[in-house]
Nanobody
Framework: QVQLVESGGGSVQPGGSLKLSCVAS?????????MGWFRQAPGKERETVAV????????AYADSVKGRFTISQDNAANTMYLQMNSLKPEDTAMYYC????????????????????????WGQGTQVIVSS
């Protein structure tokens, strides 16, 4: 049984920070998988924010959040995080965590897809509002 539960959303002023958490089923973290944060603003398509393999590998970010957001995880706690700094009004969206069994194996570690459709399991989302 795969479950993903997000928390940590809220309302913040521009320039502020939030840290999102996603608790996943141990079933995911016991396996080679990819985890990711995605967001969807009203009237827009869901987009990738950041991805991370459950085992050693490479994280990847959308250009719009590079240098401001950091994805991380605590494998022992089956939890993924998204630290969001220097928040902007355009970061306002519903944020979702998701998991995928699609993993690219490379010599230096795993790579994860940034294609939304490759993610099989989704949480219910947590709302982030950035407004003055």
């Amino acid at each position: 049984q795969v479950q993903l539960v997000e928390s940590g959303g809220g309302s913040v002023q521009p320039g502020g920070s939030l840290k999102l958490s996603c608790v996943a089923s141990k079933y995911i973290y016991d396996r080679q998988a990819c985890m990711g944060w995605f967001r969807q603003a009203p009237g827009k398509e869901r987009e990738t924010v950041a991805v991370i393999p459950t085992r050693a590998g490479t994280t990847a970010y959308a250009d719009s959040v590079k240098g401001r957001f950091t994805i991380s995880q605590d494998n022992a706690a089956n939890t993924m995080y998204l630290q969001m700094n220097s928040l902007k009004p355009e970061d306002t969206a519903m944020y979702y965590c998701a998991a995928s069994w699609t993993v690219t194996n490379r010599i230096g570690g795993d790579d994860c897809s940034q294609i939304v459709g490759n993610y099989n399991f989704w949480g219910q989302g947590t709302q982030v509002i950035v407004s003055s």
